[in-house]
């Protein structure tokens, strides 16, 4: 009988240590996971802050050919509008003070530009403080 219960015990201790060996594993497992889609979500987010620079670029370049084009101008604005859309709510949810930031010079940079005669000189200015904002945001996501 002294036997059974030590036989017993002994199972019982083992079946416990295993199980509390698991957690820990499925734990770390669990974080290291985490940290990947971070990574990845960071890497998603400058691709898209790199093409949103990239039609910011051609934006400012319409601005300063010396023969205005509104229609050119307007193309290259819903390109930007697009661009943006794309990566905007992943910014929003995970960066929310950058995104408001971000946008305070976005949204009437796309609506100027979106305009028939819209305001160049405006809009430049607005093109430059739009991208300091995006090179800010693309040094902290580069830091994660």
């Not at 996971?33 to 691709?47: C, Y």
């Not at 023969?67 to 794309?86: A, F, P, R, V, Y």
């Not at 005669?117 to 693309?138: I, P, R």
Request: one cysteine or more; proline letters at 1%.
């Amino acid at each position: 009988m002294k036997k059974i219960l030590l036989y017993i015990s002994i199972v019982m201790v083992v079946i416990m240590a295993a199980g509390c060996n698991s957690n820990g594993e499925n734990k770390t497992q669990e974080n290291s996971k985490a940290n990947n889609s971070d990574g990845e979500m960071a890497d998603e987010l400058l691709n898209g802050s790199d093409e949103v620079m990239a039609v910011l670029d051609d934006l400012q370049a319409n601005l300063e050919n010396k023969d205005e084009n509104s229609e050119l101008i307007q193309k290259t604005g819903k390109d930007l509008e697009e661009n943006w859309d794309e990566m905007e709510k992943k910014v929003e949810e995970n960066f929310p003070e950058d995104y408001e930031r971000i946008e305070e010079s976005l949204y009437p940079l796309i609506s100027e530009s979106q305009k028939d005669q819209g305001d160049s000189a405006k809009m430049k200015v607005l093109v430059t403080q739009t991208k300091e904002k995006l090179e800010s945001f693309n040094e902290k996501l580069a830091k994660e």
